[in-house]
């Protein structure tokens, strides 16, 4: 690696921010000679460009022995932030590549068909007479011998010990702060019938009740793993397999791996890695297998594929801690820390708090917040805004309250199969709807007009009968509990306020909110704990959904004339009687079946359903 390359490799014409002073610390970090350097850059800080720049510094072939490594890989766990890396014209010599499912094959009679079930795969001995031409095959090898190659976190993992996908001289990990969680997830078996194609053939005993779980867990894989091969070795006699049965093939292999993995890692007395087994439902029931800082399966994924790390995150909050989850010793690794560029008074935070989100509390708390929301959209009734809901059912929840008050037709839902879909609509919308989010608190960019305000409904703890958060807090790790939730606030605050001159509003409805800042002080960013610091009580009209229709019915849509901001102090009685008899005001736009917006719907009752093929 050359870290004095960064300047000349930093892709844009001009520096923004304090993107200069943060190539400067970056090439001095390395040139320390620190393998790797954690890059805690808060959202407008050009992510993107610093990783380009960083990924330019790698040996080349042209300077480099055949021994050695060359060139970089650049990877991210989220599909979105790839996306954005595509449709970057300044990121343009990045080589993307994805896995085969996401692309079709280019056979005559097989253009429905993913390559990952295409006549390749299930015939054998296949000879493909266009795989020159093969979409996948020819991004794999643009992919394998240009500079940089870019794929996501989860293609990056499975391309380990790859001939293609060798090992590069620098790899950059850009949203890196979920690492140890993603890796986590990666390594974690799902046995169930949906996972396990052979699955009445074994008999599931009741692992979780055994006096140790986990070594009974050991010897189901062991037996599991067995039977994968026989049925999988069953299926490779014959000539040709429907796709069908490629997938049961492909799945078999891939639980064995998984099975064998596992047990290889309990049984290394030299792992660092804890496993635990939950199987609340006992004999006969689904049994997952979960790993707690898989240190290294990170190794063999992740720290073996390059001599070089760069680690871009808003939120690596504590060092050291981070490290430790990851497998890395923070005497190796050196951080640094840039700026942020927005003013604070343009990413203010507001304290609408309606009580506590805890389980408890929730049936209580929940039609406080719907009622909160009302206001919210009288007081934005020219402005997009989102809810982040934290989960399908306080999402659910909140969208028949709104529809009970009379404003689903501003309000848009998702549900796990339809989420991309819905975004999609609701960004390109004109009017100015309101979505109720799942799980959205990263890689959205919702720069502009896009986005004006935001609410968070819940405090993002992680769930406590979880077996892994359940074992991490009996050990007493409560900072890393809080550090999580604030991780995710963090996250989630930065989706509306995407430039120094962007504005938007987050109020926070969860008092649990308020007490995880307290509790989350000592691992806050001085940018963020300086928004903390300045939370103010706003101003709310009267709870009026009349009001909160108001911006349906202006000229100009989602956009205001002053610039977006909110103008509307309008207030109403409120009205505690408000009846299913008079929601009929402002049915003009198109409805799903639940009462709120639906693309699904819209699509459906166009008049050109038919020329799309929905009709």
Known sequence: MNPERIFDAFPAPSYRGNQEQALRDIRDAFAAGNDVVLVRAPTGSGKSLLARAIAGCAR?????????????????????????????SLL????????????TCILPGEHDTPVNRAPCVRQKGFDCTVRHRCPYFSDRAIASSKSIAAMTLAYFMQTAGSDVF?????????????????????????????TVPVWDDVGIPDV????????????????????????????????????????RRDRLQELRSELDWFVKDYRDPTSATTWVVDQPGGEGTQVVIKPLNPEKYLHHTVWDRGNKFALLSATILNKDAFCRQVGLDPRDVALVDVPHTFPVENRLLYDVTQGRMTFEHRDETIPKIARLVVRLMARHPNEKGLIHAHSYSIQERLA???????????????????????????????????????????????????????????????????????????????????????????QACGRVVRAPDDHGATYLADSSLLDLFERA?????????????????????????????????????????????????????????????????????????????SSEEERKNHPLSDVWGDG
Request: charged share 35%; aromatic share 6%; net charge negative.
């Open 60 to 88: 080349t072939v042209e300077e480099s022995e055949p021994k050695h490594a060359t060139d970089a890989y650049y990877t991210t766990p989220q599909v979105s932030q790839l996306d954005d890396v595509e449709s970057e």
């Open 92 to 103: 343009d010599d990045l080589s993307i590549i994805r896995g085969k499912r996401n692309y």
């Open 166 to 194: 060798r090992k590069r001289d620098v790899v950059v990990v850009d949203e890196a702060h979920g690492l140890a969680e993603w890796a986590e997830m990666y390594a974690t078996i799902e046995l169930n019938p949906r």
């Open 208 to 247: 979780a009740g055994a006096d140790d779980s986990v070594e009974r867990a050991a010897r189901l894989a062991e037996t599991l793993s067995g039977v994968c091969e026989r049925a999988k070795d069953e299926l490779l006699t014959k000539p040709e397999l429907t796709p069908e049965e490629a997938a």
């Open 400 to 490: 028949e309250l709104l529809v009970n008050f009379g404003v689903g037709e501003r309000v848009r839902t998702h549900s796990k199969e339809n989420r991309d879909a819905e975004l999609d609509a609701w960004k390109a919308s004109s009017d100015p709807e309101l979505f109720l989010s799942v799980k959205m608190e990263e890689a959205l960019d919702l720069k502009g007009d896009l986005c004006r305000w935001q609410v968070l409904c819940k405090a993002p703890y992680l769930n406590t009968s979880d077996s892994r958060v359940a074992r991490r807090l009996e050990e007493g790790q409560w900072s890393w509990y809080h550090r999580t939730a604030l991780r995710t606030v963090i």
């Open 521 to 597: 002080r000592a691992d806050t960013p001085d940018w963020f704990a300086e928004q903390v610091d300045r939370t103010k009580t706003p101003n709310l009209p009267e709870f009026d959904p009349r009001a909160a229709l108001g911006g349906l019915d202006s000229v100009g849509g989602a956009g205001s004339a002053n610039g977006g901001r909110s103008t509307s102090d309008s207030s109403g009685n409120e009205n505690d009687s408000f009846t299913r008899d008079n929601r009929g005001f402002g049915r003009r736009r198109r409805r799903g079946k639940s009462g709120v917006r």
